[in-house]
């Protein structure tokens, strides 16, 4: 993630610098550059995601990465979720919380949401914690939040996979069930794949089973984004 940030960086103000030193674009105003090397930093930055994440295959990760729309309606989606990502911080202390491209990454580990040894069934306080996600998301209404799950190496990787798909699809059910709109969701079970931590300790362990939501801009965000960087 940070050499993905840091390449993107660094990408962007070279883009600025040549930007700002062409003559064609000395008339323009800021505004308009932030468009022109938005738009190319998107393009920049959807082959990072390509080289990066392809070869990585971290879920979220690459869920939240992989829709960019860049320029100014990008920026307008991105103050957006800035402030999503403060609000989730705000009602979920420990929480790990990503700003990523124009999405969010979200990391509940097990001691935000734990199950049932060898089930999909969420625990009293994973329901507690879970509860305090849902004003935030009804407040945010036009996102699309994509549930992955994930176990550690203990056991088949056929079952792993299973039971993370089953965990995933608990998340996603509770969550409806609270009044969100399970439209909004989407699960993919993803097992053993992606550690976090080394399979070899109880504590490495403890961390790669847990479960991360990618939250991105679901169409009317982007369109009514657009319509506004066009103001």
Excluded: W
Aim: hydrophobic share 40%.
């Amino acid at each position: 993630m940070k050499k993905i940030s840091a390449i993107l960086v660094g990408s962007l103000v070279m883009l600025s610098t040549v930007f700002t030193s062409c003559e064609a674009v000395k008339n323009t105003n800021n505004t308009q550059r932030g468009a022109a090397i938005g738009a190319v930093g998107g393009a920049v930055l959807g082959g990072i995601i390509g080289n990066n994440v392809g070869k990585g295959g971290n879920g979220a990760l690459g869920a939240v990465l992989g829709g960019v729309i860049g320029g100014v309606a990008g920026g307008v989606i991105g103050n957006k979720m800035d402030k999503q990502a403060r609000e989730i911080e705000t009602a979920l202390p420990g929480a790990q919380v990503e700003r990523v491209g124009e999405g969010i990454r979200l990391v509940l580990g097990e001691n935000a949401v734990r199950f049932d040894t060898n089930k999909s069934t969420l625990t009293a306080a994973a329901k507690t914690n879970l509860d305090k996600l849902v004003p935030v998301f009804n407040q945010y209404p036009d996102t699309n939040i994509q549930i992955y799950g994930y176990t550690d190496s203990t056991g088949t990787a056929e079952y792993n996979l299973k039971l993370s798909e089953q965990r995933a699809a608990a998340v996603k059910t509770y969550l409806a069930g609270k009044g969100l709109s399970s439209t909004r969701f989407t699960t993919t079970g993803l097992g053993i794949a992606d550690p976090i931590a080394t399979n070899d300790t109880p504590e490495g362990r403890s961390q790669n089973r847990r479960v991360e939501f990618a939250i991105t801009a679901n169409e009317k965000m982007v369109q009514d984004a657009k319509k506004e960087a066009g103001k």
